[in-house]
């Protein structure tokens, strides 16, 4: 069986995304260029996706030459793609770390619209997690500890826009309150 082993890699992960209850993209990030280059490309495989798994009961599915696991809650879609020979407990490992992180960081409450509140923190997660294919970390407690920025905590200079008009605001507000 010459050729049935492959090189080993860390470039473990190849996609991962996060659907909602209609099948559109609200979060993914693709980590091969080789598959799926275009977004008309991801969103077409997304779609197929989403139609297969949305009423199965199942975990995981070979899906155009992926290795795809996936977990729903509520009205969200949760997927991590591997090639079609990784080891499916470290692809769902990783999705579970990503599931978990982001329960975590919308504190158990896992929906669309907390989800949109909150996708700056959520992105975080996804880079926490993998970077370039590479899972950098599956622990949710850790991946929650380093997305889970406090302002209050952050020089002025390293904060955002929007985090500095939200201090002001809070400022403000607290010296009316007085």
């Given at each position: 069986?010459?050729?049935?082993?492959?090189?080993?890699?860390?470039?473990?992960?190849?996609?991962?995304?996060?659907?909602?209850?209609?099948?559109?993209?609200?979060?993914?990030?693709?980590?091969?260029?080789?598959?799926?280059?275009?977004?008309?490309?991801?969103?077409?495989?997304?779609?197929?996706?989403?139609?297969?798994?949305?009423?199965a009961n199942a975990e995981i599915i070979m899906l155009e030459g992926l290795t795809c696991v996936y977990k729903s809650n509520v009205d969200l879609f949760f997927y991590v793609m591997g090639s079609s020979h990784e080891n499916?407990?470290?692809?769902?490992?990783?999705?579970?770390?990503?599931?978990?992180?982001?329960?975590?960081?919308?504190?158990?409450?896992?929906?669309?619209?907390?989800?949109?509140?909150?996708?700056?923190?959520?992105?975080?997660?996804?880079?926490?997690?993998?970077?370039?294919?590479?899972?950098?970390?599956?622990?949710?407690?850790?991946?929650?500890?380093?997305?889970?920025?406090?302002?209050?905590?952050?020089?002025?200079?390293?904060?955002?826009?929007?985090?500095?008009?939200?201090?002001?605001?809070?400022?403000l507000k607290w010296s009316l309150l007085k």
């Open positions: 069986m010459e050729g049935s082993l492959f090189e080993p890699t860390l470039y473990i992960v190849k996609g991962m995304c996060i659907l909602d209850n209609d099948g559109n993209r609200i979060l993914a990030k693709y980590y091969d260029k080789d598959i799926l280059p275009t977004t008309k490309e991801q969103k077409a495989f997304e779609k197929n996706l989403f139609n297969k798994t949305h009423r499916e407990l470290i692809l769902q490992s990783v999705l579970n770390a990503l599931y978990e992180s982001v329960s975590i960081l919308l504190r158990r409450n896992v929906e669309k619209r907390v989800l949109m509140e909150n996708l700056d923190a959520v992105m975080l997660a996804f880079d926490e997690i993998c970077d370039g294919g590479v899972i950098l970390d599956s622990d949710p407690t850790s991946i929650v500890g380093r997305t889970a920025l406090r302002t209050e905590d952050v020089p002025l200079g390293e904060q955002t826009v929007a985090q500095v008009l939200q201090s002001a605001k809070e400022q």
